[in-house]
């Protein structure tokens, strides 16, 4: 139960509860909080990785934190003050996703109209996001294997070769094994991914978590809201 001196309480968003305290706490690793061991080792994976080059896949159930591990990696890594691209592969159709990936120049198709800075090219020198990586149609996959085995790509509509210069941290709410499997993830691009796999545990394996983390969220509530609410213990 909640004891308050305001209004009902309201959802706080994770990144408000993020927000709420600026320095160093337990339970906190980057954007991230937890003190399971799970997450501990979670922590110990993203340290080891950061500071290197290799792309990482991140597995996790849907809302488990995928994109909050990205984040911690690019936010602890050499390349923190360049840009952080985030792209959903599954909410953009597969007839527009190279245009919004590796971009496109004046002219390409109908309604180019002018040039078109795509993730690769807005994420260089930082880290591009790739989430749901399984979702990908399968024509696209394979031009994004060629752009990891090349490290080059080229707009749509264009001649020009340039460089991709962004970390890659891709992230499935699959069995990325499974997926090879049933045909949604093609074998050779999760090795080319899965240089540095970071398993994601849910939170019902996260033991003492949830405590920490609605502790979180109500300290990310109370300094939003002006209020003062507090749990009660029983």
Not at 94 to 115: D, H, S
Not at 203 to 226: M, T
């Amino acid at each position: 139960m909640i004891e308050h001196v305001a209004s009902d309480s309201v959802t706080l968003p994770f990144a408000a509860a993020a927000r709420a305290a600026s320095a160093p706490a337990p339970g906190r690793f980057g954007v991230l909080w937890g003190a399971s061991p799970a997450m501990r080792e979670v922590y110990r994976r993203i340290d080891k990785v950061a500071r290197t080059a290799a792309t990482v896949l991140v597995a996790g159930e849907s809302g488990s934190g995928k994109e909050l591990v990205a984040r911690t990696i690019h936010d602890r890594s050499p390349r923190a003050g360049a840009p952080f691209v985030a792209v959903n592969c599954g909410a953009i159709p597969a007839n527009l996703i190279e245009a919004e990936l590796f971009g496109y120049e004046k002219g390409a198709f109908t309604g180019a109209t002018r040039q078109h800075r795509g993730c690769f090219e807005r994420a260089e020198g930082g880290t591009l996001f790739l989430d749901e990586i399984t979702e990908m149609a399968p024509e696209m996959q394979v031009r994004l294997l060629r752009v990891l085995e090349t490290g080059t790509y080229h707009r749509v509509g264009g001649e020009d070769e340039l460089r991709a210069r962004a970390r890659i941290v891709a992230a499935t709410n699959r069995d990325p094994q499974q997926a090879v499997r049933e045909g949604r993830l093609r074998e050779d691009l999760l090795y080319r991914l899965a240089v540095f796999p970071i398993p994601l545990p849910p939170l019902r394996e996260r033991e003492g978590d949830a405590e920490l983390l609605a502790e979180r969220f109500l300290a990310g509530l109370n300094d939003e809201e002006g209020t003062r609410k507090a749990f009660t213990r029983q």
